[in-house]
């Protein structure tokens, strides 16, 4: 069992930046490099977007479109910890940030990931 507790979110202009962590706790015995790390939003009425995501070491990301150049995704498997960075921020970046893990190869498709935090809200004004 994983449990994902994010934070960081918060109201930004247009423009400005924002760091979201995610801190996962695990049963004993689990190891969180086990895990591949995502970051997803969903903005009202929309469905659950992916953002980003990060392999086990590190060594390989993944980026939705809509943010490619902006936002950075890291880990750092000593502190249990994922981070996404978010510069150039944009009023359609408004949305619930969610961090997830999945036990498997990499994947955009949000239900493919088995673990999930509860979100942490991101505002954008323009």
């Known amino acids: 069992q994983v449990q994902l507790v994010e934070s960081g979110g918060g109201l930004v202009q247009a423009g400005g930046s924002l760091r979201l962590s995610c801190v996962a706790s695990?049963?004993?015995?689990?190891?969180?490099?086990?895990?591949?790390m995502g970051w997803f939003r969903q903005a009202p009425g929309k469905e659950r977007e992916f953002v980003a995501a990060?392999?086990?070491?590190?060594?390989?990301?993944y980026y939705g479109d809509s943010i490619k150049g902006r936002f950075t995704i890291a880990r750092d498997n000593a502190k249990n910890t994922v981070t996404l960075q978010m510069n150039s921020l944009k009023p359609e970046d408004t949305a619930v940030y969610y961090c997830?893990?999945?036990?498997?190869?990499?994947?955009?498709?949000?239900?493919?990931?088995?673990?999930w935090g509860k979100g942490t809200v991101v505002t954008v004004s323009s």
């Open positions: 997830a893990a999945r036990y498997g190869p990499h994947s955009d498709y949000a239900s493919e990931y088995d673990y």
């Open positions: 695990l049963a004993a015995g689990d190891t969180f490099s086990t895990y591949r």
């Open positions: 990060i392999s086990w070491s590190g060594g390989h990301t």
